[in-house]
Nanobody, 120 residues
Framework: QVQLVESGGGLVQPGGSLRLSCVASGTAFSINTMGWYRQAPEKQRELVAT???????NYADSAKGRFAISRGGAWRTVYLQMNSLKPEDTAVYYC??????????????WGQGTQVTVSS
């Protein structure tokens, strides 16, 4: 079982910045992908950014040029630096991890989410 705990959300004015953090614990297996998704009210959860082994980063079009994903050295932490925030970035942001299991399958894990509100 993997536990993911997010922090860093809050209220910020349009044009401002926030840095989200996520710490993973509880797994003896190597995490091979970590990332962030978000869900706005009455909308489906959507990809924001992921980072995989080899530091391959993938961004949603809405995040390109404004957000940057990075990770800690031991693949136990992932960060999301969000700049030039817009009201449409308002959502609950969820940390995500994909863990390969001994039987060859992949397991997805999610954090509880952290609220980001962009408003003046």
């Amino acid at each position: 079982q993997v536990q993911l705990v997010e922090s860093g959300g809050g209220l910020v004015q349009p044009g401002g910045s926030l840095r989200l953090s996520c710490v993973a614990s509880g797994t003896a297996f190597s995490i091979n992908t970590m990332g962030w998704y978000r869900q706005a009210p009455e909308k489906q959860r959507e990809l924001v950014a992921t980072i995989s082994r080899g530091d391959n980063a993938n961004y949603a079009d809405s995040a390109k040029g404004r957000f940057a994903i990075s990770r800690g050295g031991a693949w136990r932490t992932v960060y999301l630096q969000m700049n030039s925030l817009k009201p449409e970035d308002t959502a609950v942001y969820y940390c995500y991890a994909k863990v390969p299991l001994p039987n060859g399958s992949l397991a997805d894990y999610w954090g509880q989410g952290t609220q980001v509100t962009v408003s003046s």
